[in-house]
């Protein structure tokens, strides 16, 4: 048993917590309640998709630019009269009367790690335009999945914030800075569990009870590892906290009945794709189910993925990559969950966000590819009070520059904490106990109809 939880903490980020300790703010609350779709979703699914996604084979087609800009992929017609998505998503066109548009994203920074950085966090990378960055400080500040886990703390059983199916990073396994709690400590990072939901013997060990265990048993444990932890300094409370947790969640059961991803049909599976990330979709949904608030998917690598253009990072063979790989994946998973979201009642309480680093050049290089491009590139927001058919933000004729409607990653914070009933004027605290406001972006109410 003492293994299972050992298995369970380094499944979910465990470990022994180094670092600032969490300083929380008791019964936080929004200073300033905002408008329509204000507290609307009770979860928040982050779809972040390494390597940059091209904005021309996507949401934003240029038809009418030179074939070496706009590609060999055509636009089409969606369910909403004007908008047109690239071919290559049929199944998303299906959905566009649910769909917000984000076509205007921009942070003018072309590096994977210093861009995803300003992504996952709302706060721009000192500097700007820097690969492979190191985690620590200046750059510290929390993910938006620490920020929730820290603004909406934990119940029991049921972790506030999960990461999966991988975490972020780039060759070499350097991983990027931003997807943890930064300067509000280990106690807020969010469970990351490491897994593959496609494999035919997945599962999550130490999320059941062992056979012939009874959960007075599990009881009594809990309490002796209380007594213990008790004893130890200070930097041990995130690592009881995260035992504590564990023996919660086995307890009561939501977590560990998410994660039994086999119960669903096999006509269910089959509509996400027997695929790690569609699979993973599936599981976003199991764990909204479960309560948990917020839930961060990373399209990382995929079996076959070669290091010159790994994931999105469409270097070479951009076509290619995005019609036989990338697209069918993709479209097929995102369609599928907000199908299944909306059969079950969910997706007006489940705000999706669709995004990545940043997105492709507008001019194909020598081998057929697009390079990183953060100036101007593209997203999506489904669900959770969104007012969908629409288009915010536009690009030039090339897809190259935001025309109008300029979208910054903090913008894209402020809109996810509105979802929740959160105004990005709450404070939390730095590292020197000053309050800050948890988003300096504004709220795109465009989104919410406002």
């Not at 299972?4 to 180094?18: E, F, K, M, N």
């Not at 329509?36 to 779809?47: N, R, T």
């Not at 950085?117 to 335009?129: A, D, E, F, I, S």
């Not at 990005?424 to 000053?434: A, G, M, V």
Request: charge should be positive; include cysteine.
């Amino acid at each position: 048993m003492r293994r299972d939880w050992l298995r369970l903490a380094s499944a979910v980020g465990g470990g022994p917590a180094l670092g600032h300790l969490a300083q929380s703010i008791e019964g936080a609350k929004p200073l300033i309640p905002q408008g329509p779709g204000f507290g609307k979703a009770k979860s928040v699914i982050m779809l972040f998709h390494l390597g940059g996604p091209p904005q021309h084979e996507t949401w934003d087609p240029k038809p009418t630019a030179p074939e070496a800009i706009r590609g060999e992929f055509k636009p089409i017609s969606t369910t909403v009269p004007g908008i047109q998505y690239c071919e290559l998503m049929p199944l998303a066109a299906r959905h566009a009367q649910n769909i917000c548009v984000l076509r205007s994203c921009t942070t003018a920074d072309n590096a994977h790690s210093s861009s995803g950085y300003w992504m996952l966090t709302g706060v721009p990378h000192q500097p700007l335009q820097t690969e492979n960055a190191k985690v620590g400080f200046p750059n510290d500040h929390p993910s938006f999945g620490a920020l929730i886990r820290h603004l909406k703390p934990d119940r029991p059983g049921i972790p506030s914030s999960i990461t999966l199916p991988d975490h972020i990073w780039n060759t070499g396994g350097i991983p990027w800075p931003g997807q943890g709690g930064g300067f509000l400590g280990r106690l807020n990072d969010p469970w990351l569990v490491h897994c593959d939901p496609s494999k035919l013997d997945f599962e999550i060990a130490g999320l059941s009870l062992p056979e012939g265990m009874a959960a007075d048993r599990i009881n009594d444990r809990a309490g002796l590892w209380e007594i213990m932890q008790r004893r130890f300094s200070q930097a041990g409370l995130a690592q009881s906290r995260q035992m504590r947790d564990a023996f919660a969640m086995i307890r009561n059961g939501p977590i560990a009945k998410a994660f039994k991803i086999h119960e669903e049909s096999e006509k269910t599976r089959e509509r996400y794709g027997s695929n790690r990330w569609g699979q993973s979709l599936l599981l976003t949904r199991r764990l909204v189910e479960a309560g948990v608030p917020f839930i961060q998917a990373n399209w990382t690598r995929l079996p076959g993925d070669k290091d010159d253009s790994p994931a999105w990072d469409t270097h070479n063979k951009n076509a290619e990559r995005c019609k036989n790989h990338l697209l069918p994946i993709g479209d097929r998973a995102y369609s599928a969950l907000l199908e299944d979201l909306k059969m079950r009642g969910l997706l007006d309480s489940t705000l999706v966000v669709w995004t990545g680093e940043f997105g492709r050049s507008p001019i194909h290089n020598g081998g057929g590819g697009r390079d990183h491009w953060g100036h101007a590139f593209s997203g999506s927001l489904c669900g959770g009070g969104v007012k969908g058919g629409q288009v915010i933000g536009s690009t030039d004729k090339q897809g190259a520059f935001v025309k109008d409607d300029p979208i910054a990653p903090q913008d894209l914070g402020a809109t996810m904490l509105h979802a929740m009933g959160i105004a990005s004027n709450t404070e939390i605290l730095d590292t020197l106990q000053r309050p800050i406001p948890a988003s300096r972006g504004r709220l795109l109410t465009k989104a919410f109809g406002m």
